[in-house]
């Protein structure tokens, strides 16, 4: 990890803005209000299937003024508002609403970073980083979605001197908000915020915090570099000083670049008809179908793979056993194993390590209901980086899985598969993407 700047060598605060982040506001629900005129200012919300036992993706914010939000489950969002709106979520509607919004944006300033499907970063440069001339931008963006993609979509703008800083901004004022730091205004602009607004901060390092005194932002902001330093143990301490001062050190909190990107794979919570050995061995066969693509797609080698397998446990297993909590109230317990190999990409090598670690899943009464499968590739190497081997069989598997690939890029990703997953051909639909923009690869997207 490279060093952060010392004193001296990042570039002491000023008033200006570098950096916009814009938040789009309850996106699923506003794309499902957009292409619905009739679900507007109602209560929404987008689910991945409409069983009472299942969570709310999103909602809109007629949902949230009742309480309803991400993470609800459906059940009580009925139980609390019986006239809600449920739609099932289409990922590849609201992957063409986000290129169409970044379309939009591009217009007004060229879009420097889209850390997720429903955000997306400018980078001011010159003179467009005075105030004055960032707000007008901030608006010409507002203006410029609303007139080229819909009526319905609206967005957040955090504007800062640098990306830490904008991303919190973002948040601060929702619906339709416009906020921005300025040194000059700090710390007092944040001192009123919860240490959980801060990105990176989650629960358990929030329990960290606490465990050393930190229960306040005004307590975090009082600390030197040396003192956030100590806090977080870590260069990463350093960073959220000089970043929650206003700083900007040109190490702006930017995501890991693809070429670092460490791993890619599928999930999925299997339906009641696959929760059997069987049916949970065919999905996991069609989640590695899909991330084996994937990896040739993004022009990836991997070199390790880990399976993940929770089995659901009835009550007198999970007292017997140290039980975990789904959020659909089911108890289970889970396995993991991670299988390391030389590097490849074709699916027959893949599906060999796959099926070397099935067969080493716990067995017993206790793991005889599988409910949730996971496959993920990693050690990623990219594909220029990588040096043949020497054996034609090898050559002659990523010949085969190229053709495939490009029958099923033409006519639908299952189009062509091994036989394995028939069974569960239909199962594991792409779902809709938080951390990434799903793409498009030939018909279908993932």
């Known amino acids: 990890m490279a060093e952060v700047p010392q004193a001296g060598e990042f570039q002491m605060p000023q008033d200006k803005f570098v950096f916009l982040h814009i938040d789009l506001n309850s996106f699923f629900a506003s794309v499902e209000q957009q292409l619905h005129p009739e679900y507007?200012?109602?209560?929404?919300?987008?689910?991945?299937?409409?069983?009472d036992t299942t969570a709310c993706i999103a909602a809109s914010y007629e949902a949230k003024a009742l309480g309803i939000k991400t993470g609800t489950l459906v059940g009580e969002a009925k139980r609390v508002c019986p006239e809600i709106i449920l739609i099932h979520g289409n990922h590849a509607e609201y992957a063409k609403y986000s290129h169409a919004i970044a379309d939009a944006v591009e217009l007004v300033c060229p879009v420097a970073h889209t850390p997720s499907i429903d955000e997306m970063v400018c980078q001011l440069m010159g003179r467009e980083q005075q105030p004055e001339n960032a707000r007008r931008i901030a608006y010409d963006v507002k203006q410029s979605i609303y007139t080229h993609v819909g009526e319905a979509l609206r967005c957040s703008i955090g504007m800062a001197p640098n990306r830490y800083l904008a991303k919190i901004a973002s948040d601060m004022q929702k619906p339709d908000g416009l906020i921005g730091l300025l040194p000059s205004q700090l710390p007092r602009a944040i001192a009123h915020l919860a240490l959980r607004d801060l990105p990176g901060v989650g629960a358990r390092t929030e329990a960290r915090l606490n465990a050393q005194g930190i229960h306040t932002m005004p307590q975090l902001l009082a600390l030197d570099r040396h003192g956030m330093h100590r806090l977080w143990d870590s260069v990463w301490g350093d960073r959220i000083y000089h970043w929650l001062h206003g700083h900007i050190t040109g190490d702006d909190g930017a995501p890991i670049p693809q070429e670092m990107q460490k791993s890619l794979g599928h999930s999925h919570v299997l339906a009641p008809e696959h929760r059997t050995l069987e049916g949970s061995w065919a999905v996991a066969h069609k989640l590695l179908h899909k991330a084996a693509m994937r990896l040739r797609m993004e022009k990836f080698y991997a070199g390790s793979m880990t399976l993940h397998i929770r089995y659901?446990?009835?009550?007198?297993?999970a007292d017997r056993m140290r039980a975990k909590q789904h959020f659909s109230g089911l108890k289970h317990t889970g396995w993991g194993m991670e299988a390391r190999f030389p590097e490849a990409q074709d699916t027959l090598t893949l599906l060999e390590v796959l099926q070397k670690l099935w067969q080493k899943r716990p067995q017993g009464p206790d793991f005889e209901k599988p409910f949730f499968v996971g496959v993920t590739l990693g050690r990623l190497l990219q594909e220029a980086s990588y040096n043949p081997g020497l054996f034609a069989a090898q050559d002659r598997r990523s010949q085969l899985s190229s053709?495939?690939?490009?029958?099923?890029?033409?006519?639908?990703?299952?189009?062509?598969h091994l036989a394995g997953m028939m069974s569960a051909k239909e199962s594991a639909p792409t779902r809709i993407a938080f951390t990434q923009i799903p793409v498009q690869y030939g018909s279908e997207w993932m």
């Open 40 to 51: 507007r200012n109602r209560p929404l919300a987008v689910v991945p299937t409409k069983s």
């Open 312 to 317: 659901a446990l009835n009550r007198e297993q």
């Open 403 to 416: 053709a495939i690939d490009q029958l099923n890029l033409k006519h639908g990703h299952t189009t062509v």
